[in-house]
Protein backbone atom coordinates (compact mmCIF):
# COMPACT_ATOMS: atom_id res chain seq x y z
CA UNK A 1 0.00 0.00 0.00
CA UNK A 2 0.94 3.55 -0.41
CA UNK A 3 1.07 6.30 2.44
CA UNK A 4 -2.00 7.89 1.61
CA UNK A 5 -3.72 4.18 1.45
CA UNK A 6 -2.38 3.21 4.49
CA UNK A 7 -2.99 6.37 6.67
CA UNK A 8 -6.41 6.40 5.18
CA UNK A 9 -6.49 3.03 6.11
CA UNK A 10 -6.01 3.86 9.77
CA UNK A 11 -8.47 6.91 9.76
CA UNK A 12 -11.14 4.32 8.96
CA UNK A 13 -9.93 2.05 11.44
CA UNK A 14 -10.35 4.96 14.14
CA UNK A 15 -13.61 6.19 12.71
CA UNK A 16 -15.24 2.40 12.68
CA UNK A 17 -14.28 1.86 16.37
CA UNK A 18 -16.15 5.14 17.22
CA UNK A 19 -19.12 4.10 15.61
CA UNK A 20 -19.86 0.96 17.81
CA UNK A 21 -19.05 3.07 20.83
CA UNK A 22 -22.08 5.48 19.99
CA UNK A 23 -24.66 5.68 22.48
CA UNK A 24 -22.26 4.37 25.18
CA UNK A 25 -21.57 7.28 27.31
CA UNK A 26 -21.48 6.98 31.05
CA UNK A 27 -24.07 8.15 33.39
CA UNK A 28 -21.53 10.88 35.60
CA UNK A 29 -20.29 12.86 32.84
CA UNK A 30 -21.52 15.89 34.50
CA UNK A 31 -20.83 16.84 38.16
CA UNK A 32 -23.82 16.91 39.87
CA UNK A 33 -23.31 18.90 43.09
CA UNK A 34 -23.66 21.82 44.80
CA UNK A 35 -21.84 23.89 41.85
CA UNK A 36 -24.24 27.09 42.02
CA UNK A 37 -23.34 29.71 39.66
CA UNK A 38 -24.23 32.00 42.10
CA UNK A 39 -23.50 31.93 45.97
CA UNK A 40 -26.41 31.72 48.38
CA UNK A 41 -25.35 35.12 49.97
CA UNK A 42 -25.64 36.61 46.53
CA UNK A 43 -28.75 35.11 45.93
CA UNK A 44 -29.95 36.04 49.36
CA UNK A 45 -29.04 39.48 48.94
CA UNK A 46 -31.17 39.35 45.76
CA UNK A 47 -34.23 37.93 47.03
CA UNK A 48 -33.64 40.56 49.97
CA UNK A 49 -34.04 43.54 47.62
CA UNK A 50 -36.35 41.91 45.19
CA UNK A 51 -38.82 41.61 47.65
CA UNK A 52 -37.94 44.30 49.92
CA UNK A 53 -38.27 46.47 46.66
CA UNK A 54 -41.79 44.96 46.17
CA UNK A 55 -43.17 45.69 49.81
CA UNK A 56 -41.95 49.18 49.68
CA UNK A 57 -43.70 49.77 46.64
CA UNK A 58 -46.66 47.84 47.87
CA UNK A 59 -46.90 49.97 51.38
CA UNK A 60 -45.98 53.34 49.04
CA UNK A 61 -49.12 52.84 46.87
CA UNK A 62 -51.34 52.07 49.44
CA UNK A 63 -50.76 55.12 51.94
CA UNK A 64 -51.30 57.21 48.70
CA UNK A 65 -47.79 58.75 47.97
CA UNK A 66 -47.29 58.90 44.33
CA UNK A 67 -43.55 60.38 43.67
Not at 30 to 35: A, R, V
Amino acid sequence: MTTSRCLAHRKVEGFEKNITKRGAVPEMTTTKGNDYLVGPLVLGFFVFVVIGSSLFQIIRTTTGGMA
